[in-house]
C-alpha cells in the first residue's frame, strides 16, 4: 500500500507492514552449527533486503559470504556531513522459542490479562513493565512462537527510515546498511572488517523498551568444564570408581550459589550453568560468565579455574580441565570518548516525544564487538519487550516512532544544507 508523504513523496510500506512481511520469515539462529551463517533460512530475509535496498537505489548492495546484507545510500550531493554513519541490525532469531509460523495479531491492551492462545497469559503480573503500554495497540504472538521483534523490528525501523528518507529528499551524509546474521549466537560480526566497512560511527537498533539507549554491557566469556572419571562395575567399585556426574556436580557446587541468573539484577554478574551432561566416566558442564565491571568479570573466571582446581586436588591432577574463552567486553569505554552520540541519541528521542534513559545492558549486542573493532556503535531502543520467548510483543505505536528517531539521529550529522 502505497503511503502520501507531506511533501509529495511516496513511502511504499509503513514500518509495521514492513514487520509483519519480515517476521513471516523463519530466521533462528543455530548455537551448535559451525556454518556461517548457522542456518540456510536467514539466507532467504538476507536477500529479500538485499532487493529491497536495490529497489530503493542503494548503492553497492551485496551479501557476504557469511549472509549480511550490505548497502550505501551514497550522500546527498554538495552535503558535508560529521563523518559515515552505519545503521546495524540482525535478521536471526533466537533459537530459544520458535520463529516458525509466527501468528501476529493486534490487540488493544487495557491492563487486563492477554490470552494468547496455547494456554498462555500475558499480565502484569508477570511482566509489570507492562503497565506502561496499557491504552496502546500491541502486536503479539498466538502463545506458540516468538514474535521476531529481536531484532526484526529493528531492521523494519532501518529500512522505513531510509525510505522515507529518501522520499522526503531531506540532506543527508553518507549512510552504510548492515544487516547481520547469528547475533543471537554471538556470531554477528563474523566475517565483517570494520575498515572495509569504512564507517566513522555506527548505531545498532537492537534494544527493548521505547526511548532506552544503551553504551554498557556485559564483559562476556563461555566455559567448558570437562571432568574425567574411572568406570568400573559397582559390585567392585570402592576406592577406585570415580563417578564423573557426581564429581561435576560436586564442582558445580563449589560457585557462589548468589552470582546466578535468576538472583541478579542491574549491574550484577553471574556465572551460569547453561547445560550439563555426563556420565560415570565423562561429564560436561557449560556455563556463560558475565559481568560489567572488568575487575570482577576476571574474578569469575579466575572462581571457575580455583573450583577446577580444588576438584583436581580433591580426585587428582587432571580429573578436570576448563577451557574458558572471551567473548566480548563492554563498550563503555570506548563509548565514553565519543559522547556525542549518545547526546545525539537523546536528541532525537526527545524530537519525537519520546523521554530518553540509558541502561545497562544484561548481555551484548553487535555493537559492543564493533566498538571494540574500531566503529563507536552504542544500542537504540526497538520498541519490544520479552525477547526470546512466546509472551514477546511490540507497541505498533513504537514500530511509527522509531524510523523518525532515525532520521533525527542521521539529520544530526549533516554539518552543512
Not at 557469511?66 to 535478521?91: N, Y
Amino acid at each position: 500500500m502505497k503511503k502520501q508523504l507531506e511533501n509529495g513523496g511516496i513511502l511504499i510500506m509503513t514500518c509495521k507492514e514492513r514487520f509483519l512481511k519480515y517476521i513471516a520469515v523463519s530466521t533462528a539462529s543455530d548455537e551448535d552449527s559451525t556454518e556461517s551463517p548457522s542456518t540456510t533460512r536467514q539466507l532467504e530475509l538476507s536477500r529479500r533486503l538485499a532487493e529491497e535496498m536495490l529497489s530503493l537505489g542503494l548503492k553497492n548492495v551485496h551479501m557476504d559470504s557469511c549472509g549480511k546484507a550490505i548497502g550505501t545510500l551514497p550522500a546527498t550531493e554538495g552535503v558535508k556531513a560529521a563523518g559515515t554513519l552505519a545503521l546495524v541490525a540482525h535478521v536471526d532469531t533466537a533459537p530459544a522459542a520458535s520463529g516458525e509460523g509466527v501468528n501476529a495479531r493486534e490487540v488493544l491492551y487495557t491492563g487486563e490479562d492477554i490470552e494468547l492462545g496455547h494456554g498462555v497469559i500475558l499480565s502484569e503480573k508477570q511482566f509489570p513493565a507492562m503497565k506502561d503500554v496499557r491504552g496502546q495497540v500491541l502486536l503479539v504472538t498466538d502463545g506458540s512462537t516468538l514474535l521476531g521483534a529481536d531484532d526484526k523490528a529493528g531492521v523494519a525501523e532501518i529500512m522505513t527510515a531510509v525510505e522515507k528518507l529518501i522520499a522526503s529528499g531531506a540532506p543527508h551524509g553518507e549512510l552504510r546498511i548492515v544487516f547481520t546474521t547469528d547475533e543471537e549466537v554471538g556470531r554477528g560480526t563474523e566475517g565483517l572488517d570494520v575498515k572495509e566497512l569504512a564507517c566513522d560511527w555506527g548505531y545498532t537498533v537492537d534494544g527493548g523498551e521505547l526511548g532506552v539507549y544503551e553504551y554498557e554491557n556485559f564483559n562476556a566469556a563461555a566455559a567448558l568444564v570437562r571432568v574425567h572419571g574411572v568406570g568400573i562395575h559397582p559390585g567392585s567399585a570402592k576406592n577406585i570408581m570415580k563417578n564423573a556426574a557426581t564429581i561435576a556436580m560436586g564442582l558445580h557446587s563449589l560457585l557462589p550459589a548468589d552470582q546466578v541468573p535468576e538472583k541478579t539484577e542491574g549491574y550484577e554478574g553471574f556465572i551460569h550453568l547453561t547445560d550439563m551432561s555426563g556420565d560415570v566416566v565423562e561429564a560436561e558442564l557449560h556455563y556463560i560468565i558475565r559481568d560489567h565491571d572488568r575487575t570482577l568479570f576476571e574474578e569469575k573466571k579466575a572462581c571457575l579455574r580455583a573450583a577446577v582446581g580444588e576438584i583436581n586436588r580433591r580426585y587428582g591432577e587432571g580429573t578436570a580441565e576448563a577451557d574458558i574463552s572471551d567473548t566480548y567486553y563492554n563498550m563503555r569505554e570506548k563509548i565514553e570518548p565519543h559522547r556525542h552520540l549518545l547526546d545525539r541519541a537523546e536528541a532525537a528521542y526527545r524530537a519525537c516525544g519520546v523521554a530518553p534513559r540509558t541502561e545497562a545492558i544484561r548481555g551484548g549486542t553487535d555493537g559492543a564487538v564493533l566498538t571494540w573493532m574500531g566503529l563507536p556503535c552504542p544500542n537504540l531502543s526497538t520498541g519490544g519487550y520479552n525477547y526470546h520467548g512466546v509472551h514477546e510483543f511490540i507497541p505498533v505505536d513504537s514500530l511509527a516512532v522509531m524510523p523518525d528517531v532515525l532520521l533525527e539521529i542521521i539529520g544530526s550529522f549533516v554539518e552543512n544544507v
